[in-house]
T-cell receptor, first 117, second 111 residues
Framework: DADVTQTPRNRITKTGKRIMLECSQT?????MYWYRQDPGLGLRLIYY???????NKGEISDGYSVSRQAQAKFSLSLESAIPNQTALYFC????????????????FGSGTRLTVV | QKEVEQDPGPLSVPEGAIVSLNCTYS??????FMWYRQYSRKGPELLMY????GNKEDGRFTAQVDKSSKYISLFIRDSQPSDSATYLC???????????FGPGTRLSVLP
């Protein structure tokens, strides 16, 4: 099984619909992140959470909300989807408290391709 | 001006070539630098990690940081078709802080 699992892998939804993207991890990491990736813009941070009781907005949080249900689960919701939210969404985890070599890097899921029509 | 810039490519090279991938940044406070590789329809995976200025080598890959020029590079020697991917640089100011990603450079290594 993958360390970071995202569901669904692909989703097409209509404008105005509410949609939830889910992420679960088996890394045991405290920190979880949601990013969106758009061509030419790279990865942009939507929300992040350093533990279950800690939720923080990233650079592009408008139109999104999150829930950290457990250490291993972090979901992203689009309350009323709009076409410019069409993108590739990635969940990532990290352990910010370990050593410098590799253990501090992010582990990404395989992504959810979301299309809003 | 974006905080981190990369040449988007695509960059096409023949197998065996030396590849240079570069990022420039505007925030002089960045001191932790990473390179990620992303294959098509996959999430990015950590390739190399460096702190402050200097070089770091790992097999065919060398990461170089020049903080005075706000410029980092990833060199790939003896490039292989399996190196064909998008390469993302990422950087942060402090240990434990979130990373800022570049937009990525798409590389194709032709057999």
């Amino acid at each position: 099984d993958a360390d970071v699992t995202q569901t669904p892998r692909n989703r097409i939804t209509k404008t105005g619909k509410r949609i939830m993207l889910e992420c679960s991890q088996t890394k045991g990491h405290d920190r979880m992140y949601w990013y969106r990736q758009d061509p030419g813009l790279g990865l942009r941070l939507i929300y992040y959470s350093f533990d279950v009781k800690d939720i923080n907005k990233g650079e592009i949080s408008d139109g999104y909300s999150v829930s950290r249900q457990a250490q291993a689960k972090f979901s992203l919701s689009l309350e009323s989807a709009i076409p410019n939210q069409t993108a590739l969404y990635f969940c990532a985890t990290s352990d910010g408290y370990r050593g410098l070599e590799g253990l501090y890097g992010y582990t990404f899921g395989s992504g959810t391709r979301l299309t809003v029509v | 001006q974006k905080e981190v810039e990369q040449d988007p490519g695509p960059l096409s090279v023949p197998e065996g070539a030396i590849v240079s991938l570069n990022c420039t940044y505007s925030n002089s406070a960045f001191q932790y630098f990473m390179w990620y590789r992303q294959y098509s329809r996959k999430g990015p995976e950590l390739l190399m990690y460096t702190y402050s200025s200097g070089n770091k080598e790992d097999g065919r890959f060398t990461a170089q940081v020049d903080k005075s020029s706000k410029y980092i590079s990833l060199f790939i020697r003896d490039s292989q078709p399996s190196d064909s991917a998008t390469y993302l640089c990422a950087m942060s100011r402090d240990y434990g802080q979130n990373f800022v990603f570049g937009p990525g450079t798409r590389l194709s290594v032709l057999p």
